[in-house]
Nanobody, 118 residues
Framework: VQLQASGGGLVQAGGSLRLSCAVSGTTSVINIMGWYRQAPGKQRELVATVTESGNTAYADSVKGRFTISRDNAKRTVYLQMTSLKPGDTAVYYC?????????????WGQGTQVTVSS
């Protein structure tokens, strides 16, 4: 199983980026997909999640600025980030809970760097 994240980069404050993460190597059911981030010297934190049916949840710090979505046919999760702030600078990791009998297991992508300059 592989989760391939892409779309990170350097952007000025107020700008936008779109992250993508595609799951490959399995056709098993994917339950919750999400994005997490880890800034230097800080713990990894939840950014946003989306269920298979499309229900979403966000960290308070990104509500109204970030939008998570998924394409179940493409087995891909997206994170549209707008009004970016320097505080959003971090390595962003995608995560997916994939069913491997008898339960769902957590899988992580390799991380993509997002840097927001002031």
């Amino acid at each position: 199983v592989q989760l391939q994240a892409s779309g990170g980069g350097l952007v000025q404050a107020g700008g936008s980026l779109r992250l993508s993460c595609a799951v490959s190597g399995t056709t098993s059911v994917i339950n919750i997909m999400g994005w997490y981030r880890q800034a230097p010297g800080k713990q990894r934190e939840l950014v946003a999640t989306v269920t298979e049916s499309g229900n979403t949840a966000y960290a308070d710090s990104v509500k109204g600025r970030f939008t998570i979505s998924r394409d179940n046919a493409k087995r891909t999760v997206y994170l549209q980030m707008t009004s970016l702030k320097p505080g959003d600078t971090a390595v962003y990791y995608c995560n997916a809970y994939i069913f491997f009998y008898p339960s769902y297991r957590s899988h992580w992508g390799q991380g993509t760097q997002v840097t927001v300059s002031s």
